[in-house]
T-cell receptor, first 113, second 116 residues
Framework: QKEVEQNSGPLSVPEGAIASLNCTYS??????FFWYRQYSGKSPELIMF????GDKEDGRFTAQLNKASQYVSLLIRDSQPSDSATYLC?????????????FGTGTRLLVSP | GAGVSQSPSNKVTEKGKDVELRCDPI?????LYWYRQSLGQGLEFLIY????????KSGLPSDRFSAERTGGSVSTLTIQRTQQEDSAVYLC??????????????FGPGTRLTVL
C-alpha cells in the first residue's frame, strides 16, 4: 500500500463547478497535510496546509481533514480554467519528526470553459 | 521577499560528465530539500539538510549523487558520471519551522537536466 494515494485523474469539471480532490494516507499518526498545485512545466506551489480535523478555508479553497478515516481533501469552489493543473497531496512523515514530506503522485484537474 | 532560486534552469550534458546544480533557499530557512521529478512522475525525495545536523541522504539513488550545504545556506547537488536515467527536473525546497508538524516547504523553479 502506498503511503499517500491519489486518483491520477484527470478530473474534469465545468467552469463554476466545485472540484473535489481526494487523498488517503497510511500512517494513522500523521499530523501535517499539504496541498500543492503544479502547472505543467512548473514547480509545485503550496496552496493549503491543515493540521487539525475539520475544515480550513482560504478563498475558493477548502481543505478537509478526517484523521479517523485517514483522509484529506481539497475543494475548489467556482472552478476556473486557470485552476487546471496537477494537485499534489503531501503528508508529514512521522518517523522523521514530520520534517520530511511524502508526496502522492497527484491528481490532474481539467476545468473546461 | 525572494523565493528559492536554482541554477542553472536547464542543463544539457553528455553521458559520463559530472554536473553541479545549485540551490539558494529562502533567507532564514533552516531546512533544505532536494527532490527529483521524472517526466510524468511524482516527486522523489533525494536528500534533506536541517541546520547543522548530519543530512538525511536516504533518498540518494546511488553513490554518484552527493550534496553539500555550505554555511547553512546555499546547497549544491553533484551528480558524477551522469547517465541517461538521471534526466529529470531537480527541485529544491526550503522551510523554516523546525518543530514537529510545521514544515511548509517552498519550492524553487527547478533545474531541468538532460543527459544525452
Amino acid at each position: 500500500q502506498k503511503e499517500v494515494e491519489q486518483n491520477s485523474g484527470p478530473l474534469s469539471v465545468p467552469e463554476g463547478a466545485i472540484a473535489s480532490l481526494n487523498c488517503t494516507y497510511s500512517d494513522r499518526g500523521s499530523q501535517s497535510f499539504f496541498w500543492y498545485r503544479q502547472y505543467s512545466g512548473k514547480s509545485p506551489e503550496l496552496i493549503m496546509f491543515i493540521y487539525s480535523n475539520g475544515d480550513k478555508e482560504d478563498g475558493r479553497f477548502t481543505a478537509q481533514l478526517n484523521k479517523a478515516s485517514q483522509y484529506v481533501s481539497l475543494l475548489i469552489r467556482d472552478s476556473q480554467p486557470s485552476d487546471s493543473a496537477t494537485y499534489l497531496c503531501a503528508v508529514g512523515e512521522r518517523n522523521t519528526g514530520f520534517q520530511k514530506l511524502v508526496f502522492g503522485t497527484g491528481t490532474r484537474l481539467l476545468v473546461s470553459p | 521577499g525572494a523565493g528559492v532560486s536554482q541554477s542553472p534552469s536547464n542543463k544539457v550534458t553528455e553521458k559520463g560528465k559530472d554536473v553541479e546544480l545549485r540551490c539558494d533557499p529562502i533567507s532564514g530557512h533552516t531546512a533544505l530539500y532536494w527532490y527529483r521529478q521524472s517526466l510524468g512522475q511524482g516527486l522523489e525525495f533525494l536528500i534533506y539538510f536541517q541546520g547543522n545536523s548530519a543530512p538525511d541522504k536516504s533518498g540518494l539513488p546511488s553513490d554518484r549523487f552527493s550534496a553539500e550545504r555550505t554555511g547553512g545556506s546555499v546547497s549544491t547537488l553533484t551528480i558524477q558520471r551522469t547517465q541517461q536515467e538521471d534526466s529529470a527536473v531537480y527541485l529544491c525546497a526550503s522551510s523554516w519551522r523546525t518543530s514537529s508538524s510545521y514544515n511548509e516547504q517552498f519550492f524553487g523553479p527547478g533545474t531541468r537536466l538532460t543527459v544525452l
